[in-house]
T-cell receptor
Framework: GAVVSQHPSWVICKSGTSVKIECRSL??????MFWYRQFPKQSLMLMAT?????????EQGVEKDKFLINHASLTLSTLTVTSAHPEDSSFYIC??????????????FGPGTRLTVL | QKEVEQNSGPLSVPEGAIASLNCTYS??????FFWYRQYSGKSPELIMS????GDKEDGRFTAQLNKASQYVSLLIRDSQPSDSATYLC???????????FGTGTKLQVIP
């Protein structure tokens, strides 16, 4: 299947700092990228959807000023958690959607970033 | 009504048995259907996609789609303990709309 990478895979930061997470589609051009958050033993929660070159669309209840998304190219999207607090500690997963080598419009997930805010 | 519904489980099956995972969806114009597997602490991994009515087989996995009944299922033959995971059903209504995920069914394969 198609490869989506995320960096870093885990990060620990102090409360009040900002953290940037990168998501890259390595072997296909992603028309759309998605950012999800997952708390322990809970299901995936979609945070926002972004298309290259345009502003992200945030889901209800997700603060766009706190979770900054930049989709600079068809292979790169970044999520910045600004002024992180302990309640932001979670597993953040990006997903890229596009025409993979199979020629079908499919959504693939990155390996996730585990954020711990002290 | 949730857009994509799955029984949360856990579904427990003995090793070697067939595990049957079910999913229903509400949008009649849905076009693409996916099954993802998610191990605890890991991100989801695509295991099957299906686009037309009927069965699609890949190894021990068979996806079944019935658009008239708005129902998609995943069968896992000869279940192994390594199949123990949460299985997410996902539905795409076409175009550039977002893919909608179910909340997942937790499968436990008992050795």
């Amino acid at each position: 299947g198609a490869v989506v990478s995320q960096h870093p895979s885990w990060v620990i930061c102090k409360s009040g700092t900002s953290v940037k997470i990168e998501c890259r589609s390595l072997d296909f051009q992603a028309t759309t990228m998605f950012w999800y958050r997952q708390f322990p033993k809970q299901s995936l929660m979609l945070m926002a959807t972004s298309n290259e070159g345009s502003k992200a669309t945030y889901e209800q209840g997700v603060e766009k000023d706190k979770f900054l998304i930049n989709h600079a190219s068809l292979t790169l999207s970044t999520l910045t958690v600004t002024s992180a607090h302990p309640e932001d500690s979670s597993f953040y997963i990006c997903s890229a959607r596009g025409l993979a080598v199979t020629g079908t419009d499919t959504q693939y997930f990155g390996p996730g970033t585990r954020l711990t805010v002290l | 009504q949730k857009e994509v519904e799955q029984n949360s489980g856990p579904l427990s099956v003995p090793e070697g048995a067939i595990a049957s995972l079910n999913c229903t969806y509400s949008d009649r114009v849905s076009q693409s259907f996916f099954w993802y597997r998610q191990y605890s602490g890991k991100s989801p991994e695509l295991i099957m996609s299906i686009y037309s009515n009927g069965d699609k087989e890949d190894g021990r996995f068979t996806a079944q789609l019935n658009k008239a009944s708005q129902y998609v299922s995943l069968l896992i033959r000869d279940s192994q303990p390594s199949d123990s995971a949460t299985y997410l059903c996902a539905v795409n209504s076409g175009g550039y709309q977002k893919v909608t995920f179910g909340t997942g069914t937790k499968l436990q394969v008992i050795p």
